[in-house]
Nanobody, 114 residues
Framework: QVQLVESGGGLVQAGGSLRLSCAAS????????MGWYRQAPGKQRDVVAQ???????VYGVSVKGRFTISRDNAKNTIDLQMNSLKAEDTAVYYC????????WGQGTQVTVSS
């Protein structure tokens, strides 16, 4: 059974930084494209950053230049470094394959105060 566990969220002031981490268990994800998604209240869940098995990255327009996604295939982890955070980054953040095929984890709440 695949399990995705996100961590690292919290409350931060605008302009601050957070680093999220996702631990995947149950199978090897080294050949899968992985992504970080987020869902704000009343909005749909969207992917904000993704990374291929080879390390190529794609970012959403709203986070490009501020967020950096990385992966460690040996550890089966995916990280998201978030800098220059804005109030509009407030959301629950999740990881999954891209496209998402596994059951969603609990996510990790990121709250940015303005």
């Amino acid at each position: 059974q695949v399990q995705l566990v996100e961590s690292g969220g919290g409350l931060v002031q605008a302009g601050g930084s957070l680093r999220l981490s996702c631990a995947a268990s149950g199978r090897r994800f080294s050949i899968a494209s992985m992504g970080w998604y987020r869902q704000a209240p009343g909005k749909q869940r969207d992917v904000v950053a993704q990374i291929s098995s080879g390390g190529s990255t794609v970012y959403g327009v709203s986070v490009k230049g501020r967020f950096t996604i990385s992966r460690d295939n040996a550890k089966n982890t995916i990280d998201l470094q978030m800098n220059s955070l804005k109030a509009e980054d407030t959301a629950v953040y999740y990881c999954n394959t891209v496209p998402a095929v596994y059951q969603w984890g609990q996510g990790t709440q990121v709250t940015v105060s303005s």
